[in-house]
């Protein structure tokens, strides 16, 4: 193809299909990515190649899209899920956040400024996330949870559907967390459905498991591997299976 | 691009790559997808954008496939790998089922219908997944390996190669299973190389690991975070590290 | 679209975007898929569609590239990341590897002949992989990280950044690997944040967690689920959390 087809800085290839007009100064948007009527993006986006950003979603100055991610995906309620979806079609990114390659960002999600989502990482909907977390590679996280400012959640960890996780949280890779202790036999329901509530400051260790409802307190710590099954109170240290309580944290000066 | 390039429900994107002839009513594929000569595409599916059907695939009526999902992945056997694959050129995917964006299906894969597979699932050659099952995000699927009708399998777990799994099953995140003792070393064979079984009814909790050749009795529970070593029989609720039988279960009247 | 859309053996499609002269004879490139400006390709190189290859970035002879995949990712070092990337524009992908579907590599990457980059495979800046490796699904690999020859590491296993592992190194699925006991509280620098070390030949079990700085010895296995907290010497057989050595290991004759 020819020169023109170049997706340079602050330029939109000839190749991208944009169907929106509700666009900033110096956006760039490279071969082969969508952007949909109803999208909304804001001045200096770069939207990289085979990306597409659905009706609805909003981009904030100075976001960075990368190749494959997809933003305002509809979650989809067959037969096989026991829980019908709610969502609203729409999604706001904040201003410098960066969603990267082959992310997912379903509809009915809000992600705040200065953020990264890393590569493939998957949010459904109704999730809302603060500024300046990391939501790291492949990390996936379930419907209707919310994530506080500053809170990093590493590679490869699973956050289940109705949970709570503060500001400055640190939760490492491999973290599971579940949300129902019937396993799905007694259907969906509000009120048995809980996942763990993650209080600020608290850090969860690899490979640590979080069972339904439990809460992590304040700046507490969860050791590597641990199943943690029962709550844990403020500035406490647990380990083991099921995790039990070492030691007091004494709180920084 | 013009108005012409719009991926509207029911319509065939002229940016669209379609080489097959055997496309039902009111297909709708998206912009950018690839649909191979000799793919046979039912009626009502639906094919996002950047989506690649290959030669051999069969999808049903109403299935519909998200965003850069790829079906139709030849197994590559280079040197690195033990086992050379075998494989038919034919994927079946049933009515009503959905393949997630960024899920790859490789060749000689059936699923049945109204099954969800989730973002990024990955399902190697020789598979047979049951109808109404959900395959969450990131799972990965090995070789050979038979998963039953209604069985749930959630996040970032991995289904290991000539593995059974039955019907109604629930196995929880970020959960493993292997096949191999011996860990490669004396090279590929199916006598040596056995996944697990697991049973109709049972339930695999969060981080567990299932070693291999171990059986799961039907309705058996296994408590997060254990390791299973040895069998299990039916109705019994195993937990630790090596996983012990704790109580036996109370079947459902 | 028309039969000259076909992404034939040996042929460029009209429907890509080649910006690159340097290209070895009978190249296969797919619709879709964007070859930079600055990128060397080597001969009976295969690029599938929506496959997107940086300037900067060397493909060997016989490479494969599956649909989706990005060679020649810039790391992104946002307020919210501690440590700032370094890194070279160049990625170098040695000849008969390939690198599955969705497959992420940084830039600053070396990988060598005959290996395998499974789906979605994520390898950060500063990496060097060695010859007839495979890295399987999903796997996410940290900054700065050195994995030598035929070595296998399987699917949604991290290896953390500032990480060495040696050559015949087997590590099974689901295994974590962390470099920092203070979990980013005292900011980044390379004195205090060290990965695990694993000597050649060593075998890390299923689900295992390495914590930061620990060395596994020479051909020593670490059972399925263990938490390792202390290094290992040569040849021993450790389990458990903490892991604890359980038997000396024989050498093969």
């Known amino acids: 193809m020819t020169e023109s087809s170049l997706a340079q800085a602050g ?3 000839p190749l991208a299909v944009v169907q929106t007009s509700t666009i900033g100064d110096n956006v760039t ?3 082969f990515a969508i952007v949909r009527a109803g999208a909304s993006i804001g001045s200096n986006v770069v939207i990289h190649p085979h990306a597409v950003i659905a009706e609805g979603v909003v981009l904030g100055d100075n976001v960075e899209v990368f190749p494959g991610a997809f933003i305002g995906r509809e979650p989809k309620g067959a037969g096989a899920t026991a829980r019908q979806p709610v969502f609203e079609r729409a999604v706001r ?6 969603v990267g390659p082959h992310a997912v960002i379903y509809y009915d999600v809000e992600i705040g400024e200065s953020t990264l989502i890393g590569d493939g990482a998957s949010i ?12 790291s590679r492949y990390v996936t996280i379930n419907y209707n949870t919310t994530i506080g400012a500053r ?3 590493m590679d490869l960890t699973h956050i289940t559907g109705n949970c709570v996780i503060g500001a400055d949280v640190f939760v490492s890779i491999l973290v599971g967390s579940t949300n129902d202790n019937a396993i799905g036999q007694h259907g969906y329901s509000d009120e048995h459905v809980v ?3 993650v209080r600020d400051g608290a850090m969860i260790g690899a490979g640590a498991m979080l069972l339904p409802a439990v809460v992590v307190g304040e700046r507490s710590i969860v050791g590597a591997g641990s199943v943690v099954t029962k709550s ?3 500035d406490t240290l647990v380990m083991g299976t099921p995790a039990r309580p070492v030691r007091r944290l004494e709180r920084a000066p």
């Open 93 to 98: 990114i904040g201003a410098n956040t960066s």
């Open 29 to 31: 948007i490279g071969e």
């Open 124 to 135: 459904r909907e109704q999730c809302r996330i603060g500024e300046r977390c990391i939501i």
């Open 232 to 234: 844990i109170e403020d």
């Open 151 to 153: 809170t990093k959640i």
């Open 195 to 197: 996942g763990p509530t």
């Open 11 to 13: 330029t939109i290839s």
